[in-house]
Every structure is written in structure tokens, then in C-alpha cells.
């Protein structure tokens, strides 16, 4: 009778204890830019597709 009645206060006592916490939030992400250098990257691609396109028409003709 003694046991029984200790596993139910047991029950209580667990349930006493309040929810635990939310897990902490994550960091935001870093505020970098996306479109850091696309200009400088047009710029460089545009030199390159003008140097293939002499090479190409030069190894033709």
C-alpha cells in the first residue's frame, strides 16, 4: 500500500516540475551581400568572350 501510494505522488511531483525551455535560437545568418563583384564578373566575361571569339574567327580563317 506504502509503494503504491509513493508512485503516485511520484506522478505528481514529475508532472510539477513545468515544461522545460525552447531550445535557444540559432545565429542569423551573416548580412553579405549577394551581388558583391557581378559587375567586375560581367566585365571579365565579356574580355574573355571577345578573346575566344578573335581566336576562334583567326583559326578559321
Do not use: R
Not at 510539477?16 to 567586375?40: E, K
Amino acid at each position: 500500500m506504502l509503494a503504491s501510494i509513493a508512485l503516485f505522488f511520484a506522478g505528481f511531483a514529475s508532472m510539477a516540475q513545468g515544461a522545460t525551455p525552447p531550445p535557444p535560437m540559432p545565429p542569423p545568418p551573416p548580412g553579405l551581400p549577394i551581388d558583391g563583384g557581378i559587375v567586375a564578373l560581367f566585365f571579365i566575361a565579356l574580355v574573355f568572350g571577345i578573346y575566344k571569339s578573335n581566336k576562334i574567327s583567326k583559326k578559321v580563317a
